[in-house]
């Protein structure tokens, strides 16, 4: 085989692992950002609750600010949290699928993946 032409089958095996990693670092990114969302809301949810049932505040739904009460803004935040902490389980296990496709892949083709430190 000339220097010039990789193996097709590299070729495909690069995709394939880069296919992997790229989903990986996607479910993980959102994790993140999922994660950071539930901290903000927690914060929010701890200073509602101290505060009166009837005081003003502001609740943002698609862009736009619409005016409630702490204590109508206080069971959504709830339903919110609870919602986004189901999303990050569920990423979670999306994330063990792909870890045990990918090792499935690897030994399947018997591909050996080799640090560039290496």
Avoid at 51 to 59: E, G, I, L
Avoid at 74 to 79: F, I, Q, W
Wanted: hydrophobic share 30%.
């Amino acid at each position: 085989m000339s220097e010039g032409k990789p193996n097709p089958n590299q070729e495909l095996f690069q995709k394939q692992y880069d296919e992997f990693q790229e989903t990986l670092e996607a479910l993980n990114n959102k994790i993140g950002q999922l994660q950071g969302d539930i901290e903000e809301h927690n914060i929010v949810l701890k200073t509602i609750t101290t505060a009166p049932k009837d005081r003003k505040c502001f609740h943002m739904i698609g862009g736009v600010l619409i005016e409630k009460t702490a204590g109508e803004v206080e069971p959504t935040l709830k339903t919110n949290v609870t919602k986004m902490n189901e999303a990050v389980e569920n990423l979670k296990n999306e994330i063990q699928n792909t870890h045990k496709q990918f090792e499935d892949w690897k030994k399947k083709t018997g591909v050996k993946i080799v640090s560039a430190n290496e």
